[in-house]
């Protein structure tokens, strides 16, 4: 589901306006008509504000049950004992490189370098 529809949805269930939304938020009108539409998506500290002033919890936004999700475990750091991609071999002898080269460079060169691998990624 699309955020904005779900904002939509729990509003229209709570029963606020977009006017009292705007009261209790201090966001503006005209913004939460955008967000709710699917035209700009908002911030977690925008979705936080949206929370309290539905009095309903964060995760209601992502999702649909009943009942709470489950708590799980957070992802483990990698080690190296628990990397399951390029932990041998060429593989990972090349990231081990990269990661040589990379704490190496000056921050200019490395926007640089980001940019041109955004657009090579978009491609």
């Known amino acids: 589901m699309v955020i904005a529809d779900r904002l939509r949805?729990?509003?229209n269930q709570k029963k606020p306006s977009q006017g009292d939304i705007e009261k209790r938020t201090v966001l503006l009108r005209y913004y939460l008509s955008r967000v709710e539409n699917g035209h700009t998506v908002?911030?977690?500290?925008?979705l936080e504000k949206r929370a309290k002033a539905?009095?309903?919890?964060?995760?209601?936004?992502?999702y649909q049950g009943k009942e709470?999700?489950?708590e799980n475990d957070p992802p483990k750091s990698p080690t190296r004992d628990n990397l399951e991609w390029d932990s041998s071999g060429?593989?990972?002898?090349?990231?081990?490189?990269f990661r040589r080269v990379l704490a190496k460079i000056?921050?200019?060169?490395l926007k640089i370098l980001l940019s041109i691998a955004q657009g090579m990624a978009r491609r």
């Open 90 to 97: 060429k593989d990972a002898r090349m990231l081990a490189q």
């Open 54 to 62: 539905l009095e309903v919890p964060l995760y209601e936004f992502f």
């Open 9 to 11: 949805i729990l509003r």
């Open 42 to 46: 908002p911030s977690v500290a925008t």
């Open 106 to 109: 000056n921050t200019r060169n």
């Open 68 to 70: 709470p999700p489950e």
